[in-house]
């Protein structure tokens, strides 16, 4: 195994493949979602960045308690994941134009820009999960929003919530395989 392989390995059962973000954020969105009908609709759009950001604590908290292995100190993969993270932040005007224009879409471009920073993460965790997330959460909400149109605000949060929550099982399914098969240890039985 080349070092970069052992560096993805190790990013893989430290992480367990992403499996706590994917799994916090997954319930933040169906909060969004459910929230979306009790908030005014001035502030509704907003509630899906407010909630990742609020969520975004808790799911480093779980990565770090939760992982099979500890992280390398220093990680040479960190730059390129928190580089792969921030895209999102970079990636915010958009989410401001189609707010100014068409408020109840600005769900819809903010699940556009989450899902296209997970393509990458298919490379570092060695999953096509990633993938499939990146291309559903990317595409899934613009197809909502022809089929039901300005109720995309709340499906949207369902939606996404519902796709990340899936994709958290396959990750977490991936990362106790990889675990199994580094033949480090037996799968730590609280997993």
């Known amino acids: 195994m080349s070092e970069l392989d052992e560096l993805r390995q190790r990013a893989i059962l430290s992480s367990l493949a992403g499996f706590p973000f994917l799994l916090v954020m997954g319930i933040a969105w169906l909060v969004g979602g459910v929230l979306s009908y009790l908030v ?22 779980l990565e770090r308690r939760l992982g099979y292995c500890p992280a390398p100190d ?12 921030f895209v999102q932040i970079v990636a915010f005007p958009a989410i401001l134009l189609v707010w100014d224009s068409a408020p109840h879409f600005t769900p819809v471009a903010f699940a556009a820009i989450v899902g296209a920073h ?23 909400p613009f197809v909502l ?8 605000l709340h499906y949207t949060g369902f939606f996404v919530g519902s796709s990340l929550l899936v994709g958290s099982l396959f990750v977490l399914a991936h990362a106790r395989a990889t675990w199994r098969a580094s033949g480090m240890a037996p799968l730590p039985a609280a997993r």
């Open 118 to 140: 997970f393509l990458p993460f298919q490379w570092v965790y060695r999953t096509r999960t990633y993938l499939v997330l990146g291309i559903a959460v990317a595409a899934g």
């Open 40 to 61: 005014p609709s001035s502030f509704a759009p907003w509630i899906y960045p407010c909630l990742g950001g609020a969520a975004m604590p808790i799911a480093i908290t």
């Open 74 to 85: 220093p990680d040479p993969l960190l730059p390129l994941t928190l580089q792969l993270l």
């Open 145 to 152: 929003a022809v089929m039901v149109g300005a109720a995309v």
